[in-house]
């Protein structure tokens, strides 16, 4: 166990309908980064957040957004969904932002879009 | 860019030990990242390495060159339940800290 905790675990829903991914960082970390894993793509930055801030975005669509809270849980909404947009859904956190800080992932959200 | 290739699958037997290679070209370098993977599970951290050499963390042991843009992973003693993926992964040396993934390496440990 990271101590990273993600809900909800499993998520069903259709084209077009919109959901949101909660992320619990572990205690004292400050950094949360969410990524996505499908099939056919490995993991893949999306955004990472820094103590409330917005540090920096990868790949993220318009469609996606998400903030990180004063008490540092985070969300990732997700909009108009479309069927590629079925994946896992990690997010990880650290410390900070130094380079050599470990990212301890999440258990993950399973999203799928029928 | 970034690019890092790494063997899409290998088969190895109980008791042996198996070398996972990870070869990357980058514009910048942040340190090297492996990760264990089960299926539908979080990846879990097993080493970092940001200067060259061996660094041995039980039947674990990661390496890096950096000049020659290469790490391996090597596991010994291999046992059923190392069967999983494992991913390699290159800090960015941009201020976002994110970590990019190859696409992993699936291993298979046979009986």
């Known amino acids: 166990d990271s101590g990273v905790t993600q809900t909800p675990k499993h998520l069903i829903t259709a084209t077009g309908q919109r959901v949101t991914l909660r992320c619990s960082p572990r205690?004292?970390?400050?950094?949360v980064y969410w990524y996505q894993q499908s099939l056919d793509q490995g993991l893949q930055f999306l955004i990472h957040?820094?103590?409330?801030?917005?540090?920096a975005k990868g790949n993220i669509l318009e469609r996606f957004s998400a903030q990180q809270f004063p008490d540092l849980h985070s969300e990732l909404n997700l909009s108009s969904l479309e069927l590629g947009d079925s994946a896992l859904y990690f997010c990880?956190?650290?410390?900070?932002?130094?380079?050599?800080?470990?990212?301890?992932f999440g258990p993950g959200t399973r999203l799928l879009v029928l | 860019g970034q690019n890092i290739d790494q063997p899409t699958e290998m088969t190895a037997t109980e008791g042996a030990i198996v070398q996972i290679n990870c070869t990357y070209q980058?514009?910048?370098?942040?340190?090297l990242f492996w990760y264990q993977q089960h299926a539908g599970e979080a990846p879990t951290f097993l080493s970092y390495?940001?200067?060259?050499g061996l660094e041995e963390k039980g039947r674990f042991s990661s390496f890096l060159s950096r000049s020659k843009g290469y790490s391996y992973l090597l596991l010994k003693e291999l046992q059923m339940k190392d069967s999983a993926s494992y991913l390699c992964?290159?800090?960015?040396?941009?201020?976002?800290?994110?970590?990019?993934f190859g696409s992993g390496t699936r291993l298979l440990v046979r009986p």
């Open positions: 957040y820094y103590n409330g801030e917005e540090r």
């Open positions: 205690s004292g970390d400050l950094s």
């Open positions: 990880a956190s650290s410390v900070g932002t130094t380079p050599q800080e470990t990212q301890y």
């Open positions: 992964a290159v800090r960015a040396l941009d201020s976002s800290y994110k970590l990019i």
């Open positions: 390495n940001v200067l060259d």
């Open positions: 980058t514009s910048g370098f942040n340190g």
